[in-house]
């Protein structure tokens, strides 16, 4: 053989060696990014099914097969997607009940088997605009890796819809807001409060830049709707790596991150057994001070504030902060108030009596050492606590809380024993009215499953009319002005640390003399037979309770206790709320606990058995 033929030999050696080379790798390549079968792909609306701008893409394997999922949109890479098998296909028209958070991405080995199945990713996409989106499904035959993993991946450019606008990307973030109403009421500029979560760089500015929208849920539209920020907090320090005596870092990732906490309220309008989504915008740093303007108004100087609302006014007690006159606008001829007693407020309790010390209520503090005011278009609150007068044993708070366009506020009062006392009246709950603006008391008794109205105008003086500590709701009116004043229970809880409350005989109940008043006797052996008996109030109980507070016009056409009834459907089956937000590119892809002693998590070697099962049943 001559040296062009071992020339020519050598050179169809490395073309042969190429093309097997080239065989090999195609093979390869064909093995990793098989072609992957997108049934539908669609960009589509928040509503409370899939609560956010989104893709949708249903996928098909050629078989059941454990999967890793990655999506993909204009090249960049999701930090999280949600999987919906086919077998949990969910009512689009209420908040979704299947979820998995990031911790369970990291924690879980789970070997769920999946063929036909759908990817949901969030996309802050825009209307008329077209979108790359690579969705890459890693099929496994086990939970671990192994050389027979196989990678499917497909792309697809999707156009938005062309239909309703959506908000500027000026706004760089948004968290949303499923709102369901359950009790059948359609209710109209509903106050909504959620408690939010963001990262310190996002929220630099965040009672001017939040915006709440309204999805409209057949137009997909958004609509703007008050709203207000209000109680930040921030918890600002990095994240613990738990450095070893050496100081380098014993985890991977950062179990917290420094964060900064508001409360979002904002009216919400929603159709009587239905969900709808509101979206809360956040993080531009360009956005202009808004102000929103409702019918709630706060003056005055704390604890005294005057604060009101088109249908009706309240005048705090310029010592205590406690409840003083209420005036309904379409009577002002009419206001309710006391100013007879002591105090002279309307509302007095919480209260306790520890003999040879002053019977003390909250009514009696001068002023209280904490006061908290919140004035704002959709909420106003004023908030005092303190210890009891003269019983620093005993600490307690009052607080109220106010709505534009609403004919009721809320009260909520809490009681705390913080060393044991002996006492002859613990009480909460009392409000107390000149006697002669008062006709009619009514009530829902419980034990005879009817409503009693009884005619006070008679009553003979310290003559009790007692009911259950559970009473659902209780009204004073006066049958000649046509005006009421009612009270509905929203929560009543006793409880206890170091030991449970020991209550003789609760019970409420309504009294008379130059006053009328109803009352919560908590443990009252002062109204007992035997009146002179102490009962202990032990250390580290503690006494709450939760009321709507309504203030109303009697039509002459219907019962007295009409409106109340309807009221308390509405007020003890609130709006009911869901937050789902985007999982940011931050959060790290593992999580670890910190946990109280050594020993396993439960996740060690655990077999679901479900790979067995998955063979077996093919």
């Not at 958070?101 to 999946?114: H, K, L, R």
Request: aromatic share 10%; glycine share 6%; net charge neutral.
């Amino acid at each position: 053989m001559n040296r062009s033929d071992l020339q020519i030999l050598k050179k169809t050696f490395v073309i042969v060696m190429m093309m097997v080379s080239a065989m090999n790798l195609a093979a390869q390549k064909s093995k990793e990014t098989n072609k992957l079968n997108i049934k539908k792909i669609e960009l589509g609306y928040p509503s409370p099914g899939i609560p956010f701008y989104h893709f949708k893409a249903d996928i098909e394997l050629p078989q059941s097969s454990i999967v890793e999922v990655e999506a993909a949109v204009d090249g960049d890479v999701l930090r999280a997607t949600d999987i919906r098998r086919e077998a949990d296909v969910e009512n689009m028209n209420r908040p979704p009940i299947s979820e998995r958070p990031p911790s369970g991405y990291s924690v879980s080995q789970d070997a769920t088997n999946y063929k036909n199945f759908s990817v949901v990713g969030w996309v802050r996409w825009e209307p008329g605009q077209k979108y790359s989106i690579r969705i890459s499904v890693l099929t496994k035959k086990s939970i671990h890796a192994t050389k027979d993993d196989v990678m499917l991946t497909a792309t697809q450019t999707v156009t938005a819809p062309q239909g309703a606008t959506v908000i500027g990307k000026e706004w760089k973030g948004y968290k949303s807001v499923v709102v369901s109403e359950t009790a059948g009421i359609k209710r109209s500029k509903e106050p909504v409060e959620v408690l939010l979560a963001f990262y310190p760089d996002e929220a630099q500015q965040l009672t001017r830049d939040i915006r709440v929208m309204s999805v409209d849920p057949q137009t997909h539209a958004l609509a703007e709707v008050p709203c207000q920020v209000y109680d930040l907090q921030e918890y600002l320090k990095e994240g613990d790596l738990g450095p070893d005596k050496d100081g380098k870092p014993t985890r991977t990732a950062p179990i917290w991150l420094p964060t900064v906490t508001a409360r979002v309220a904002f009216l919400a309008d929603i159709a009587g057994k239905s969900s709808r989504v509101f979206l809360v915008y956040y993080n531009n740093p360009n956005a202009a001070d808004k102000i929103y303007h409702t019918d709630l108004r706060v003056q005055g100087e704390a604890p005294g504030l005057q604060i009101e609302n088109d249908l009706f006014s309240v005048m705090l007690h310029p010592n205590s902060g406690h409840l003083d006159q209420i005036t309904l606008k379409s009577k002002p001829e009419s206001p309710f108030f006391h100013r007879l007693e002591t105090n002279g407020g309307m509302h007095w309790n919480p209260d306790i009596y520890v003999p040879p010390r002053a019977w003390t209520h909250t009514s009696d503090w001068k002023p209280p050492r904490n006061i908290k005011t919140v004035a704002g278009a959709i909420i106003a609150k004023s908030e005092v606590w303190d210890n009891m007068r003269e019983v620093p044993e005993v600490d307690a708070s009052v607080r109220y809380e106010f709505f534009p366009g609403m004919p009721y506020f809320i009260s909520s009062t809490c009681m705390r024993i913080n060393e044991t006392v002996n006492s002859l009246a613990l009480r909460n709950s009392e409000m107390v009215f000149k006697r002669e603006l008062i006709t009619h008391a009514a009530w829902y008794d419980i034990i005879s499953d009817s409503i009693i109205i009884y005619d006070v105008t008679n009553m003979p003086d310290l003559t009790d009319l007692k009911m259950e500590a559970d009473v659902p709701w209780i009204i004073f009116f006066n049958k000649e002005k046509g005006i009421g004043f009612a009270g509905i229970q929203l929560d009543y809880s006793n409880s206890g640390i170091e030991s449970p409350p020991r209550l003789l005989n609760p019970f409420f109940y309504v009294t008379a003399g130059p006053w009328l008043y109803w009352c919560r006797g908590l443990s009252h052996p002062y109204l007992s037979s035997n009146m002179q008996q102490v009962v202990p109030v032990l250390k580290g109980n503690v006494f709450s309770e939760k009321w709507a507070y309504l203030v109303y016009d009697i039509d002459k056409n219907t019962q007295p206790y009409a409106k109340v009834v309807e009221w308390q459907k509405r007020l003890t089956n609130p709006l009911r709320v869901q937050i789902i937000e985007e999982v940011d590119k931050r959060v790290s892809r593992t999580l670890q606990e910190i946990f109280m002693d050594k020993g396993k998590t439960g996740w060690e070697g655990r077999d679901t058995h479900k790979e067995e099962s998955n063979k077996s049943s093919k």
